[in-house]
């Protein structure tokens, strides 16, 4: 089974910090997404990536940055965290960008920036 | 609005009943997914139904998709208390892979 985990389920920062939500998958998959999920705004795309190094800027990428290093690895960075960060945040990966497939997500990150 | 749009927003039956939800979309797609999430937790895939197929089932699950009026339904049958959860409807776009969802629906099957 693919799994998918993040590093933290619950998480409290303070507005201005520096935050790293981790995520791992251990399928060997090619592409890795970022959302968040607000109630009655479903889930938003921030970032993606398809490949190692490579990122491409998803729906709301403002204010986030992220890192992949390597492949099994996707880091969201909140660069300094504000109150409207405030959210729950979905990390996927999916196989081949050239066939139809389905995403596996984790478990999620609620994140509460005071 | 988003690509995909859930409706109804809320839906509440009883066990032993079927549960129907709708979802509209505005572009050309690929393929059209259904997802599943329970309280807090992460997205599970349940159901991909290609561009050019109209119907698929799996299990108790059984999905339509109307590339015409750009509309796809989600029937689960014989709902169990077990089914509650919210119901995520996903399209990937034909010009990526990415995938754009709605704001779901909330399905509560009362025993």
């Known amino acids: 089974d693919v799994k998918v985990t993040q590093s933290s389920r619950y998480l409290v920062k303070r507005t201005g910090e520096k935050v790293f939500l981790e995520c791992v998958q251990d399928?060997?998959?090619?592409?890795m997404f970022w959302y968040r999920q607000d109630p009655g705004l479903g889930l938003r795309l921030i970032y993606f990536?398809?490949?190692?190094?490579?990122?491409e800027k998803g729906d709301i990428p403002e204010g986030y940055s992220v890192s992949r290093e390597k492949k099994e690895r996707f880091s969201l960075i909140l660069e300094s965290a504000s109150t409207n960060q405030t959210s729950m945040y979905l990390c996927?990966?999916?196989?081949?960008?050239?066939?139809?497939?389905?995403?596996?997500f984790g478990p999620g990150t609620r994140l509460t920036v005071l | 609005s988003q690509q995909g749009e859930e409706d109804p927003q809320a839906l509440s039956i009883q066990e032993g009943e079927n549960a129907t939800m709708n979802c509209s979309y505005k572009t050309s797609i690929n393929n059209l997914q259904w997802y599943r999430q329970n309280s807090g937790r992460g997205l599970v895939h349940l159901i991909l139904i290609r561009s050019n197929e109209r119907e698929k089932h799996s299990g108790r699950l059984r999905v339509t998709l109307d590339t015409s009026k750009k509309s796809s339904s989600l029937l689960i049958t014989a709902s169990r208390a077990a089914d509650t959860a919210s119901y995520f409807c996903?399209?990937?776009?034909?010009?990526?892979?990415?995938?754009?969802f709605g704001e779901g629906t909330q399905l509560t099957v009362n025993p």
């Open positions: 399928m060997d998959h090619e592409n």
């Open positions: 996903a399209t990937e776009e034909t010009s990526g892979s990415r995938l754009t």
């Open positions: 996927a990966s999916s196989e081949d960008y050239r066939r139809y497939n389905e995403q596996f």
């Open positions: 990536s398809y490949d190692v190094k490579m990122k």
